[in-house]
């Protein structure tokens, strides 16, 4: 089965999209770094009885996917939740919204993720295209080309 949409399952957990305001206030690691393998926070699931997020990190050309680990606490204020809770380091200002992986990635991006990426990312990063860029690029392709193989003028 392909899964096209949020919340998605994988090994029992449920991954959901990270929220726009999780990026705003977070961090990029090693900022002061250029990478071209930087990975960015697009999905996180509440893990060990909602005590814990696993945070997927994706790519935006590529389908790697690093999973990290953040701490669970009850959200507060206006800080949007996953299923009412919210990583403990964003709210200590050290939530870390992008990483240069120092790890060969864990898994492959999902649908859903490739999408979100360009829907969160597309506007603050040069290197994502957003939905718009990609129906732009879709639209001036138009589409495939058949070769058959030799002239289709008559006899």
Same mark, same amino acid.
């Given at each position: 089965?392909?899964?096209?949409?949020?919340?998605?399952?994988?090994?029992?957990?449920?991954?959901?999209?990270?929220?726009?305001?999780?990026?705003?206030? &977070?961090?990029?690691?090693?900022?002061?770094?250029?990478?071209?393998?930087?990975?960015?926070?697009?999905?996180?699931? @509440?893990?060990?009885?909602?005590?814990?997020?696993?945070? /997927?990190?994706?790519? @935006?050309?590529?389908?790697?996917?690093?999973? &990290?680990?953040?701490?669970?606490?009850?959200?507060?204020?206006?800080?949007?939740?996953?299923?009412?809770?919210?990583? /403990?380091?964003?709210?200590?200002?050290?939530?870390?919204?992008?990483?240069? @992986?120092?790890?060969? @990635?864990?898994?492959?991006?999902?649908?859903?993720?490739?999408?979100?990426?360009?829907?969160?990312?597309?506007?603050?990063?040069?290197?994502?295209?957003?939905?718009?860029?990609?129906?732009?690029?879709?639209?001036?392709?138009?589409?495939?080309?058949?070769?058959? &193989?030799?002239?289709?003028?008559?006899?």
């Amino acid at each position: 089965m392909t899964v096209r949409e949020y919340p998605f399952e994988i090994d029992g957990d449920v991954f959901h999209p990270i929220p726009e305001a999780w990026i705003a206030e &977070g961090d990029d690691w090693d900022e002061d770094q250029e990478s071209d393998h930087r990975l960015y926070a697009v999905s996180a699931a @509440p893990v060990c009885g909602s005590r814990s997020f696993k945070i /997927r990190y994706c790519h @935006p050309r590529t389908d790697n996917v690093l999973i &990290g680990w953040s701490h669970a606490v009850p959200s507060r204020n206006s800080v949007p939740s996953i299923e009412g809770k919210h990583p /403990r380091s964003l709210l200590l200002g050290q939530w870390p919204r992008s990483v240069i @992986p120092q790890r060969d @990635p864990d898994d492959r991006q999902r649908i859903p993720e490739d999408k979100h990426i360009r829907a969160l990312w597309g506007e603050r990063v040069a290197d994502i295209p957003t939905e718009a860029d990609v129906e732009r690029e879709l639209m001036a392709d138009g589409g495939p080309t058949i070769d058959f &193989g030799g002239d289709l003028g008559g006899a």
